[in-house]
Nanobody, 125 residues
Framework: QVQLVESGGGLVQDGGSLRLSCAAS????????MGWFRQAPGKEREFVAA????????YYTDSVKGRFTISRDNAKKTVYLQMNSLKPEDTAVYYC??????????????????WGQGTQVTVSS
């Protein structure tokens, strides 16, 4: 069982930066693939970034490549999402998620069994 708690959201101007954190409970954090998703009003939840356990392979959705960076600290049981050059279209509730095993569809919402409560990110123009 894994419990996830996000923090770091807020209001920022166009071009600004935020760093989201996701603190996990559980003894086997290092064996979970960790992902970040977001959901804007009226839209479906979408994949943002993920980092596999073991290999540390990282994935991003195209719209955030070069602007967002995902990282993890297994000793602190925490995953981060550094968001730079934020745009109004990045406005959404951001969710941290954990997937056990070796998810085949890293961008798939259904691959992740554990979710945080979400943190609001608002980018003003």
């Amino acid at each position: 069982q894994v419990q996830l708690v996000e923090s770091g959201g807020g209001l920022v101007q166009d071009g600004g930066s935020l760093r989201l954190s996701c603190a996990a409970s559980g003894r086997t954090f290092s064996t979970y693939t960790m992902g970040w998703f977001r959901q804007a009003p009226g839209k479906e939840r979408e994949f943002v970034a993920a980092i596999r356990w073991g290999s540390g392979t990282i994935y991003y959705t195209d719209s955030v490549k070069g602007r967002f960076t995902i990282s993890r600290d297994n000793a602190k049981k925490t995953v981060y999402l550094q968001m730079n050059s934020l745009k109004p279209e990045d406005t959404a509730v951001y969710y941290c998620a954990a997937a056990g095993g070796w998810p085949t569809t890293i961008r798939g919402v259904n691959e992740y069994a554990y979710w945080g409560q979400g943190t609001q990110v608002t980018v003003s123009s």
